[in-house]
């Protein structure tokens, strides 16, 4: 089991930064991916960048440049720097893991969600 604590969210203004905070606990040693999605009310939940365990990121196109995701080398606590915040970004951001598990298979673990909102 994984168990994800995200933090950082808040009421920010356009053109403003935010940082994200996720903090990992449980069987934390076979994490493959760290990411952070986001969901605003009426659309699907959204890729917005992942890491993988090798340090390679991508990130969706609509804050490529604007977001940065990183971690810590023993995958506790991932991080998304966000500037140049815009009123589209607003959103409930969830962190998310994927591990690989006993019989060769994969499970995937989210957060409970840290609301975003930036003022127009």
């Known amino acids: 089991q994984v168990q994800l604590v995200e933090s950082g969210g808040g009421l920010v203004q356009h053109g403003g930064s935010a940082r994200l905070s996720c903090a990992a606990s449980?069987?934390?040693?076979?994490?493959?991916?760290m990411g952070w999605h986001r969901q605003a009310p009426g659309n699907q939940r959204e890729l917005v960048a992942r890491?993988?365990?090798?340090?390679?990121?991508i990130y969706a196109d609509s804050v490529k440049g604007r977001f940065t995701i990183s971690r810590d080398n023993a995958k506790n606590t991932v991080w998304l720097q966000m500037n140049s915040l815009k009123p589209e970004d607003t959103a409930v951001y969830y962190c998310?893991?994927?591990?690989?598990?006993?019989?060769?298979?994969?499970?995937?673990?989210w957060g409970q969600g840290t609301q975003v909102t930036v003022s127009s």
């Open positions: 998310n893991a994927v591990r690989t598990v006993s019989d060769g298979g994969l499970k995937t673990y």
């Open positions: 449980g069987n934390i040693s076979s994490i493959d991916a």
């Open positions: 890491i993988f365990d090798d340090g390679t990121t």
